[in-house]
Nanobody, 120 residues
Framework: QVQLVESGGGLVQAGGSLRLSCQAS????????MGWYRQAPGKERELVAF???????YYPDSVKGRFTISRDNAKNTLYLQMSSLKPEDTAIYRC??????????????WGQGTQVTVSS
């Protein structure tokens, strides 16, 4: 497993933008799926986006059109570009790798998280 460290979180006004980065300690070239999750107090963890090794991306309706996930395998880095931010986007954001089973929950790696706070 690789270690993951997120950065780029902070306080931003509604309508603003942030770019989150996830630096892996080792190669991500063999990791089929990487993704971003978020969790707000009292709420369940929510998938924000994931990206495959072939560049396929997925976004739920809650962020579609506003967030963009990307990966740079040469730099062992995962990114999440967030725009048109809303107060409901406020959460701790964590990056993750999928395990060999294809599940983020089983056998994958997780970062410690970075706080994103969107004010009105």
């Amino acid at each position: 497993q690789v270690q993951l460290v997120e950065s780029g979180g902070g306080l931003v006004q509604a309508g603003g933008s942030l770019r989150l980065s996830c630096q892996a300690s080792g190669s991500i070239r063999s990791i089929f799926y990487m993704g971003w999750y978020r969790q707000a107090p009292g709420k369940e963890r929510e998938l924000v986006a994931f990206i495959g090794l072939d560049g396929y991306t997925y976004y739920p309706d809650s962020v579609k059109g506003r967030f963009t996930i990307s990966r740079d395998n040469a730099k062992n880095t995962l990114y999440l570009q967030m725009s048109s931010l809303k107060p409901e986007d406020t959460a701790i954001y964590r990056c993750a790798t999928a395990g060999n089973s294809g599940s983020f929950a089983v056998g994958g790696s997780w970062g410690q998280g970075t706080q994103v706070t969107v004010s009105s």
